[in-house]
Structure formats: C-alpha cells, structure tokens
C-alpha cells in the first residue's frame, strides 16, 4: 500500500431528486444497464447496440433520412459539432438570441470565424419568424439560421417550421438546440425541414449525462461534404465519425466510444419508444400544468406566461427571498435540487425541471411541498398545503 495516498473508504453520494435545468434523476433500468459486461468499442455485439442506438435516435428526431449519432461530450460538444462541422471562416449565420444559450451559440461561431448576424430578443419571450426573415433578407449570402428550441434559462419554446421556411428561402441550413426539448417537446426533424439538431441525454431522454445526440439532414449532409476547408476539430468532425457510426458497414477507428454511456442511451430510447411520444409529450404536459398551477397559488408566478415548454419552469423570486438559502434549505432539508437563474434572471429566479423519469406528479407534489416549506423558514408568508391543492385539481382534471 502507498504511504502516499489514504483511502477514505467511503463513496457515497446522497440520493437526491434533480429538479433544476438538468441533470435528472433516471429510470432504474438506465442504471442497471450501466452495469452490463464491458465490451470492446469494435466488439461485433457492441456494434449492433450502436446500430439500434442510431435506429432508435431517428424515431425520436422524427427523420427518415437523416445521420444520426450520439456525440461522445454533453450538449454543447454537441453544440460545437454543429457550428464547426457546417461553418468555415467567414461564413454568415443569423442567430436568434433570446436567452443564454442563444449567447452560447454566437461565443462558438465567434471562435469558428463566422460573422454573426444577431436577432436580439427579451429573455423569457418567443423568437418572432417575422424578425428573424428581417435580418437574414438583408445579408447578401447566409450559410446558417441558429434558433434555440426551448431556451434552458427561461423556459420558453419557440417556432421551428416557420423558421426553417425563412432559413431555406435564402438557401441556408437551420441549426436547431434541442438540449431541453428533445424527449419532452415535439421535435418533427424532416416535417418542419430542420437540417442540423443537437440535443443531451441528460434531460427529458432519460439518461445521465456524457452524450450529445446530433441529428443532420441530407441537405446539412451535403454542405459537410462540400467544404472548401477541413473541420478544424477532428474529434468532433462528422466526416470522421461517419466512418465509425457507418449503421450496417464497416467500422474505423476514431476514437474509444464511453460503452457504459450508450448501453445507458440505448435503454433510455427503448424505455422512450415503448412508453411512445406523444404519449411521452402529454406526460410532460400534464405535470408541468400540476407544477405551475401549484406555484401560481402561492403567489409564484412564472416568468413565461404563453409559450412555455413543459420541461422547464422558470419562476420569480419574491421580494426579499434570498436564491441560494431557499435552494440551500430544499437540498439540506428535503434532498431536493432546483436550478438558480442565468445571466439577466441570476438571483432572481428558479428554474424547476421535470424531465424524462422525474416527470411524475408525484415528484411535482414532493417540490412544491418542499418549496412551501422553505419560503416560510425564510419568512415569506404561504398557505400550508394551498399549493399542493392546486396541484392535484389540475392533475385531476
């Protein structure tokens, strides 16, 4: 034994409910998959996982024809895959911004070398189609529209079909950040003409974090193969990778898949697909509902008020409520985690999610209960119990 390095022979991270922004809490069987037998990243049988993983990716997405793989990185490697892989220097991309990761967006295609064109809109709003088509007529040439489907820091969803048709009319592609939407929203790849979606297992797909699933239309497909320039990234170059997630061909090396994470994935979509959709949609619906009518009785009142996506709720915080002691109280007090706010709603908001497995009436019960309780420890005045009434009505109706 080393008499560098003491063991302290405990590993035990508590058991909480994830309810911020992500990550969350997964179904058990994800985790027993976790634990399946190692095989080897060219291994015949682990080949034939990544080929129902791909198989089962192009259901969600909802796309015939499409490239489907899961990015080994979280959602913003799969951000970056995206912009790096589809835009060289000095190409123009129109960005609609409209909270956080809007901003994420621009900070890539920065360092990329494309000149941005930003669609500047109040956190917690919709991304209007009509100003966008604005902006993207005025440039002489434009190679991508960036929109993001249901903004993480504020909870709001925006329109895509109409987006696209604006995107394509100037002969661009659309790039898509479906991080939060991607299993708990509607996400319609090849109706709505989308060409480039990224996501994260993390949220409402229902595995832990580590991939970033990435959608590209033959039209993306093409503009890939029609660079005039190598993808300055090789770890994240999809003409690479394409070599490796080559569904029924041959495999070439790239780099060492993470096997436990795609077993993870692999049962996180077919929990998914058995469960269907829309059935999957509604579920998110209906407890979002429970959720915000529960908040609403208690003088929480959301910040988005009509577009809003199921996965996401974004609250205010009352006057002379500190964030991070009632945060603090939930996660002592109740193991609970909820999400502070972002940029312009940082210390002045919650962000709860109910995504994937956690998208429970119970777990929406289990927060409002706790919520109630630790606003009175720090003096807001709340009816005991008014909330959860309101919960079960909507849950009930």
Known sequence: MSDQYQSSNVFNPPDRLLLGPGPSNVHPKVIQAMTAPMLGHLDPDFVAIMDDVQRMLRLVF???????????GTGTAGMEAALVNLLEPGDTIVIAVNGFFGGRLEDIATRIGARVERVDFEWGSVVDPQKVREVVQRQDSVKMVGVVHVETSTG??????DIAAIAHEKDALLLVDAVTSLGGCDVDMDSWDLDVVYSGTQKCLGAPSGLAPLALSGRAMEALRKRSSKVPSFYLDVSILDQYWNEGGGRTYHHTAPITM????????DLLLLEGLEERFARHHR???????????IGLEPIVKSNWAPPLTTVAIPDGI????????????????????????????????????????????????????????????VARGRS???????LAS
């Open 262 to 269: 795609i077993y993870a994935l692999w049962q996180a979509l």
């Open 156 to 161: 709001v969803i925006s329109p895509l079909e």
């Open 287 to 297: 407890v979002a509902s429970a959720l915000r009518a529960g908040l609403s009785a």
């Open 322 to 381: 500190s964030d991070t002691a009632v945060r603090g109280r939930m996660l002592r007090e109740h193991d609970i985690e909820i999400g502070g706010g972002l940029g312009v709603f940082k210390d002045k908001a919650w962000r709860i999610g109910l995504m994937g497995y956690n998208a429970a009436p119970a777990n929406a019960l289990r927060v409002l209960s706790a919520l109630e309780q630790a606003l009175a420890a720090e003096g807001y005045e």
């Open 388 to 394: 959860l009434e309101a919960a079960q009505m909507s």
């Open 62 to 72: 909802k796309t015939k024809e499409g490239f489907t793989l899961p990015v080994s």
